[in-house]
Protein backbone atom coordinates (compact mmCIF):
# COMPACT_ATOMS: atom_id res chain seq x y z
CA UNK A 1 0.00 0.00 0.00
CA UNK A 2 1.15 3.46 -0.62
CA UNK A 3 -0.43 5.21 2.27
CA UNK A 4 -1.12 3.46 5.53
CA UNK A 5 -4.14 5.05 7.71
CA UNK A 6 -3.51 8.55 9.13
CA UNK A 7 -4.69 6.76 12.83
CA UNK A 8 -2.07 4.12 12.13
CA UNK A 9 0.45 6.01 10.99
CA UNK A 10 -0.12 8.54 14.20
CA UNK A 11 -0.40 5.42 16.52
CA UNK A 12 2.94 3.97 15.50
CA UNK A 13 4.58 7.58 16.32
CA UNK A 14 2.81 7.84 19.50
CA UNK A 15 4.49 3.86 20.17
CA UNK A 16 7.87 5.36 18.95
CA UNK A 17 7.61 8.28 21.96
CA UNK A 18 6.95 5.27 24.30
CA UNK A 19 10.37 3.49 23.35
CA UNK A 20 12.52 6.62 22.97
CA UNK A 21 11.40 8.14 26.10
CA UNK A 22 12.25 4.47 28.32
CA UNK A 23 15.04 3.13 26.10
CA UNK A 24 16.63 6.74 25.31
CA UNK A 25 15.40 9.44 28.06
CA UNK A 26 14.57 11.59 24.88
CA UNK A 27 11.53 13.35 23.57
CA UNK A 28 10.75 12.91 19.86
CA UNK A 29 12.32 16.44 18.25
CA UNK A 30 14.19 17.76 15.35
CA UNK A 31 14.41 21.37 14.99
CA UNK A 32 17.76 21.20 17.35
CA UNK A 33 19.56 18.88 14.97
CA UNK A 34 19.59 22.11 12.52
CA UNK A 35 20.69 24.50 15.04
CA UNK A 36 23.45 22.44 15.29
CA UNK A 37 24.02 21.31 12.19
CA UNK A 38 24.30 25.49 11.65
CA UNK A 39 26.69 25.95 14.61
CA UNK A 40 28.74 22.97 12.69
CA UNK A 41 28.70 25.01 9.56
CA UNK A 42 29.49 28.12 10.84
CA UNK A 43 32.60 26.29 12.64
CA UNK A 44 34.32 25.61 9.16
CA UNK A 45 34.30 29.02 7.87
CA UNK A 46 34.97 31.10 11.48
CA UNK A 47 36.67 28.50 13.85
CA UNK A 48 35.94 26.97 16.92
CA UNK A 49 35.48 30.69 18.45
CA UNK A 50 31.84 29.78 16.91
CA UNK A 51 31.34 27.08 20.08
CA UNK A 52 31.41 30.26 22.14
CA UNK A 53 28.17 32.00 21.28
CA UNK A 54 25.77 31.95 24.02
CA UNK A 55 23.68 29.84 21.90
CA UNK A 56 26.14 27.05 21.10
CA UNK A 57 26.94 26.92 24.50
CA UNK A 58 23.69 25.45 25.17
CA UNK A 59 22.91 23.39 22.05
CA UNK A 60 27.09 22.41 21.41
CA UNK A 61 27.29 22.15 17.10
CA UNK A 62 28.44 18.52 17.15
CA UNK A 63 26.35 15.48 16.34
CA UNK A 64 23.61 14.32 18.86
CA UNK A 65 21.07 11.74 19.69
CA UNK A 66 18.77 14.21 17.82
CA UNK A 67 21.05 14.80 14.45
CA UNK A 68 20.91 10.60 14.61
CA UNK A 69 17.30 10.88 14.44
CA UNK A 70 16.79 13.50 12.00
CA UNK A 71 19.58 11.73 9.71
CA UNK A 72 17.58 8.32 10.05
CA UNK A 73 13.92 10.46 8.76
CA UNK A 74 15.79 10.70 5.68
CA UNK A 75 17.00 7.18 5.54
CA UNK A 76 13.71 5.62 6.52
CA UNK A 77 11.76 7.98 4.02
CA UNK A 78 14.03 6.86 1.33
CA UNK A 79 13.88 3.50 1.78
CA UNK A 80 9.81 3.58 2.31
CA UNK A 81 9.46 5.82 -1.02
CA UNK A 82 11.53 3.58 -2.99
CA UNK A 83 9.79 0.70 -1.53
CA UNK A 84 6.70 2.07 -2.39
CA UNK A 85 7.65 2.72 -6.18
CA UNK A 86 6.96 6.11 -5.31
CA UNK A 87 10.60 8.06 -4.78
CA UNK A 88 10.53 10.64 -7.51
CA UNK A 89 13.63 13.38 -7.48
CA UNK A 90 11.21 16.85 -8.21
CA UNK A 91 11.23 20.30 -8.03
CA UNK A 92 7.90 21.54 -7.84
CA UNK A 93 4.86 19.68 -5.81
CA UNK A 94 2.32 19.37 -7.80
CA UNK A 95 -0.31 21.90 -5.47
CA UNK A 96 2.49 24.49 -6.07
CA UNK A 97 2.63 23.79 -9.95
CA UNK A 98 -1.38 24.57 -9.99
CA UNK A 99 -0.93 27.70 -8.33
CA UNK A 100 2.01 29.07 -9.37
CA UNK A 101 3.05 27.03 -12.52
CA UNK A 102 6.15 24.76 -12.58
CA UNK A 103 9.24 27.15 -12.82
CA UNK A 104 12.01 26.04 -10.45
CA UNK A 105 13.30 29.47 -9.42
CA UNK A 106 10.52 31.06 -7.75
CA UNK A 107 9.44 27.88 -5.87
CA UNK A 108 13.35 27.17 -4.81
CA UNK A 109 13.75 30.82 -3.91
CA UNK A 110 9.66 30.88 -1.91
CA UNK A 111 11.47 27.25 -0.17
CA UNK A 112 13.99 28.96 0.89
CA UNK A 113 12.58 31.93 2.34
CA UNK A 114 9.73 29.87 4.42
CA UNK A 115 13.06 27.83 5.45
CA UNK A 116 14.16 30.59 7.12
CA UNK A 117 11.38 31.53 8.90
CA UNK A 118 10.91 28.23 9.93
CA UNK A 119 14.36 27.63 11.86
CA UNK A 120 14.22 31.31 13.13
CA UNK A 121 10.51 30.45 14.65
CA UNK A 122 11.60 26.74 15.58
CA UNK A 123 14.26 27.67 17.84
CA UNK A 124 12.43 30.95 19.06
CA UNK A 125 9.54 28.85 20.60
CA UNK A 126 11.89 25.94 21.45
CA UNK A 127 10.98 23.72 19.02
CA UNK A 128 8.80 21.89 16.20
CA UNK A 129 5.81 20.08 14.96
CA UNK A 130 7.61 16.88 16.70
CA UNK A 131 9.40 18.72 19.52
CA UNK A 132 6.50 20.60 20.84
CA UNK A 133 3.54 19.63 18.38
CA UNK A 134 3.70 15.93 19.52
CA UNK A 135 6.13 15.20 22.14
CA UNK A 136 5.92 18.53 24.27
CA UNK A 137 1.50 18.35 24.08
CA UNK A 138 1.66 14.45 25.01
CA UNK A 139 3.58 15.23 27.90
CA UNK A 140 0.70 17.90 28.62
CA UNK A 141 3.60 20.64 28.62
CA UNK A 142 1.61 24.31 28.53
CA UNK A 143 4.79 25.95 26.52
CA UNK A 144 3.75 23.00 24.00
CA UNK A 145 0.18 23.22 23.72
CA UNK A 146 0.01 27.22 23.04
CA UNK A 147 3.22 26.83 20.15
CA UNK A 148 1.17 23.84 18.56
CA UNK A 149 -1.65 25.70 18.52
CA UNK A 150 -0.17 28.97 17.73
CA UNK A 151 1.68 26.89 14.77
CA UNK A 152 -1.34 26.50 12.89
CA UNK A 153 -3.14 29.86 13.47
CA UNK A 154 -0.05 31.03 12.04
CA UNK A 155 0.28 28.37 9.52
CA UNK A 156 -3.58 28.54 8.53
CA UNK A 157 -3.03 32.11 8.37
CA UNK A 158 -0.25 32.26 6.19
CA UNK A 159 -1.49 29.45 3.84
CA UNK A 160 -5.08 31.27 3.34
CA UNK A 161 -3.01 34.49 2.35
CA UNK A 162 -0.43 32.51 -0.06
CA UNK A 163 -3.19 30.15 -1.91
CA UNK A 164 -6.18 32.03 -1.51
CA UNK A 165 -5.41 35.77 -2.27
CA UNK A 166 -1.82 35.69 -3.63
CA UNK A 167 -2.63 32.89 -6.22
CA UNK A 168 -5.92 34.20 -7.09
CA UNK B 1 14.67 4.15 34.88
CA UNK B 2 16.91 2.37 32.64
CA UNK B 3 19.54 4.53 33.43
CA UNK B 4 22.40 2.52 32.75
CA UNK B 5 21.08 2.19 29.08
CA UNK B 6 20.85 5.86 28.99
CA UNK B 7 24.20 6.84 29.16
CA UNK B 8 25.73 4.33 26.80
CA UNK B 9 26.33 6.72 23.94
CA UNK B 10 27.03 4.40 21.44
CA UNK B 11 24.05 2.39 21.61
CA UNK B 12 22.03 5.87 22.02
CA UNK B 13 23.11 6.91 18.76
CA UNK B 14 22.26 3.54 17.11
CA UNK B 15 18.89 3.85 18.88
CA UNK B 16 18.46 7.24 17.85
CA UNK B 17 19.13 6.28 13.89
CA UNK B 18 16.83 3.74 14.37
CA UNK B 19 13.72 5.60 16.18
CA UNK B 20 14.85 8.05 13.02
CA UNK B 21 14.04 5.64 10.24
CA UNK B 22 11.06 4.02 11.87
CA UNK B 23 10.06 7.72 12.30
CA UNK B 24 10.87 8.43 8.82
CA UNK B 25 8.90 5.65 7.55
CA UNK B 26 5.80 5.91 9.23
CA UNK B 27 5.78 10.27 8.00
CA UNK B 28 6.47 8.75 4.59
CA UNK B 29 3.85 6.29 4.64
CA UNK B 30 1.11 8.65 6.27
CA UNK B 31 1.88 10.97 3.55
CA UNK B 32 3.13 13.84 6.00
CA UNK B 33 6.20 14.23 3.71
CA UNK B 34 4.51 15.55 0.83
CA UNK B 35 4.32 19.67 0.19
CA UNK B 36 0.28 18.74 -0.81
CA UNK B 37 -0.39 17.44 2.11
CA UNK B 38 0.68 20.19 4.33
CA UNK B 39 -0.45 23.17 2.66
CA UNK B 40 -3.79 20.80 2.34
CA UNK B 41 -4.43 20.66 5.88
CA UNK B 42 -3.30 24.41 6.36
CA UNK B 43 -5.50 25.27 3.63
CA UNK B 44 -8.33 23.30 5.97
CA UNK B 45 -8.90 21.00 3.27
CA UNK B 46 -6.92 17.99 3.85
CA UNK B 47 -6.83 16.99 7.55
CA UNK B 48 -4.43 13.92 7.19
CA UNK B 49 -1.71 16.53 9.20
CA UNK B 50 -3.68 16.50 11.76
CA UNK B 51 -5.53 12.70 12.32
CA UNK B 52 -1.46 12.08 12.24
CA UNK B 53 -0.51 14.14 15.48
CA UNK B 54 -3.97 13.95 17.11
CA UNK B 55 -3.56 9.97 16.99
CA UNK B 56 0.22 10.39 18.33
CA UNK B 57 -0.96 12.28 20.86
CA UNK B 58 -3.51 10.50 22.28
CA UNK B 59 -1.37 6.61 22.16
CA UNK B 60 1.59 9.00 23.32
CA UNK B 61 0.31 11.06 26.44
CA UNK B 62 -1.55 7.63 27.73
CA UNK B 63 1.94 5.37 27.76
CA UNK B 64 4.20 7.87 28.59
CA UNK B 65 2.43 8.81 32.06
CA UNK B 66 2.10 4.88 32.11
CA UNK B 67 5.87 4.85 31.73
CA UNK B 68 6.23 7.88 34.25
CA UNK B 69 3.64 6.23 36.42
CA UNK B 70 5.70 2.85 36.73
CA UNK B 71 8.38 5.01 37.63
CA UNK B 72 10.29 3.92 34.06
CA UNK B 73 10.45 7.00 32.48
CA UNK B 74 11.09 11.28 33.38
CA UNK B 75 8.74 13.82 31.73
CA UNK B 76 10.87 16.55 30.04
CA UNK B 77 8.58 19.41 29.41
CA UNK B 78 9.85 22.40 27.83
CA UNK B 79 9.64 25.85 29.41
CA UNK B 80 8.08 28.44 27.52
CA UNK B 81 6.58 32.28 27.61
CA UNK B 82 4.56 34.56 25.74
CA UNK B 83 7.55 36.10 24.13
CA UNK B 84 8.94 32.68 23.46
CA UNK B 85 5.77 30.65 22.70
CA UNK B 86 3.47 32.96 21.20
CA UNK B 87 5.54 34.76 18.66
CA UNK B 88 8.02 31.63 18.10
CA UNK B 89 4.99 29.21 17.26
CA UNK B 90 3.71 32.36 14.79
CA UNK B 91 6.70 33.18 12.90
CA UNK B 92 6.99 29.18 13.05
CA UNK B 93 3.47 29.08 11.19
CA UNK B 94 4.55 31.37 8.69
CA UNK B 95 7.16 29.13 7.67
CA UNK B 96 5.08 26.49 7.54
CA UNK B 97 2.89 27.59 5.11
CA UNK B 98 5.62 29.29 3.06
CA UNK B 99 7.82 26.31 2.90
CA UNK B 100 5.29 23.69 3.23
CA UNK B 101 7.18 21.14 5.60
CA UNK B 102 8.36 21.14 8.67
CA UNK B 103 12.10 20.69 10.57
CA UNK B 104 11.29 16.89 10.67
CA UNK B 105 9.08 16.35 7.35
CA UNK B 106 11.42 18.19 5.72
CA UNK B 107 13.97 15.48 6.29
CA UNK B 108 11.74 12.86 5.06
CA UNK B 109 10.76 14.82 2.20
CA UNK B 110 14.54 14.71 0.73
CA UNK B 111 14.87 11.07 1.65
CA UNK B 112 11.25 10.56 -0.61
CA UNK B 113 13.52 13.22 -3.87
CA UNK B 114 11.82 16.29 -3.24
CA UNK B 115 14.40 18.83 -4.24
CA UNK B 116 12.78 22.06 -3.35
CA UNK B 117 13.05 20.30 0.62
CA UNK B 118 17.03 20.08 -0.14
CA UNK B 119 18.25 22.99 -1.90
CA UNK B 120 15.68 25.59 -0.44
CA UNK B 121 14.10 24.32 2.99
CA UNK B 122 16.95 22.30 4.69
CA UNK B 123 19.63 25.57 3.60
CA UNK B 124 16.56 27.64 4.58
CA UNK B 125 16.21 26.36 7.94
CA UNK B 126 19.97 26.51 9.03
CA UNK B 127 20.12 29.48 7.85
CA UNK B 128 17.20 30.64 9.93
CA UNK B 129 18.61 28.72 12.70
CA UNK B 130 22.30 30.15 12.29
CA UNK B 131 20.25 33.90 12.24
CA UNK B 132 18.67 33.12 15.59
CA UNK B 133 22.03 31.76 17.37
CA UNK B 134 23.01 35.22 16.21
CA UNK B 135 20.04 37.46 17.93
CA UNK B 136 19.95 35.30 20.95
CA UNK B 137 22.16 36.90 23.78
CA UNK B 138 19.76 40.32 22.58
CA UNK B 139 16.38 38.54 22.41
CA UNK B 140 16.74 36.60 25.81
CA UNK B 141 17.32 39.22 27.67
CA UNK B 142 13.93 40.93 25.84
CA UNK B 143 11.29 39.33 24.68
CA UNK B 144 12.17 35.77 25.05
CA UNK B 145 11.80 36.18 28.84
CA UNK B 146 8.50 38.42 28.86
CA UNK B 147 5.37 36.65 30.79
CA UNK B 148 7.95 33.97 31.48
CA UNK B 149 5.59 30.68 32.73
CA UNK B 150 8.62 27.88 32.95
CA UNK B 151 8.36 24.67 32.01
CA UNK B 152 5.14 23.35 33.67
CA UNK B 153 2.29 21.27 32.58
CA UNK B 154 -0.99 21.02 33.16
CA UNK B 155 -2.04 18.57 35.87
CA UNK B 156 1.52 20.88 37.41
CA UNK B 157 -0.54 23.77 36.99
CA UNK B 158 -3.95 22.94 38.55
CA UNK B 159 -2.13 20.95 41.76
CA UNK B 160 -3.39 17.65 39.95
CA UNK B 161 -2.74 13.74 39.75
CA UNK B 162 -1.62 13.75 36.37
CA UNK B 163 -4.27 11.30 35.52
CA UNK B 164 -7.14 13.62 35.88
CA UNK B 165 -5.96 16.09 32.98
CA UNK B 166 -4.93 12.92 30.84
CA UNK B 167 -8.28 11.29 30.75
CA UNK B 168 -10.05 14.18 29.33
CA UNK B 169 -7.20 15.47 26.95
CA UNK B 170 -7.89 11.94 25.61
CA UNK B 171 -11.41 11.51 24.77
CA UNK B 172 -11.68 15.33 23.96
CA UNK B 173 -9.23 14.52 20.82
CA UNK B 174 -11.02 11.14 20.34
CA UNK B 175 -14.28 13.06 20.02
CA UNK B 176 -12.73 15.66 17.83
CA UNK B 177 -11.36 12.96 15.68
CA UNK B 178 -14.22 11.33 15.29
CA UNK B 179 -16.26 14.55 14.27
CA UNK B 180 -13.90 15.54 11.65
CA UNK B 181 -14.69 11.62 10.26
CA UNK B 182 -18.35 12.09 10.61
CA UNK B 183 -17.93 15.87 8.85
CA UNK B 184 -16.21 13.97 6.09
CA UNK B 185 -12.89 15.19 6.31
Known sequence: ?168 | MLKGLHGRKGIQMVLALASGILFGVLLQKGGATEYDVIIGQLLLSDFTVLKIMLSAVVVGTVGVHLLKSLGLAELHPKPGSAGQSIVGSLIFGLGFATLGYCPGTVAGAVGQGSLDALVGGVVGILIGAGIFAALYPRLQRGILSKGNFGDVTLPRLFGVNEWIIVAPVVVLIVLLLRWLERAGF
Do not use: N
Not at chain 1, 16 to 26: A, E, G, P, R, V
Not at chain 1, 82 to 105: C, D, K, N, Q, Y
Not at chain 1, 106 to 124: Q, S
Open chain 1, 1 to 168: MERWSPYVVGAGIGVLSWLTFLLSDKPLGCSTAFARTSGMIEKLFRGPAVAEKPYYKKFAPEIDWEWMLVFGIVIGAFVSARISGTFEMRWVPALWAAHFGTAVLPRFLVALLGGVFMGLGARWAGGCTSGHGISGTLQLAVSSWIVAIGMFVGGIAAAHVIFRLIAA
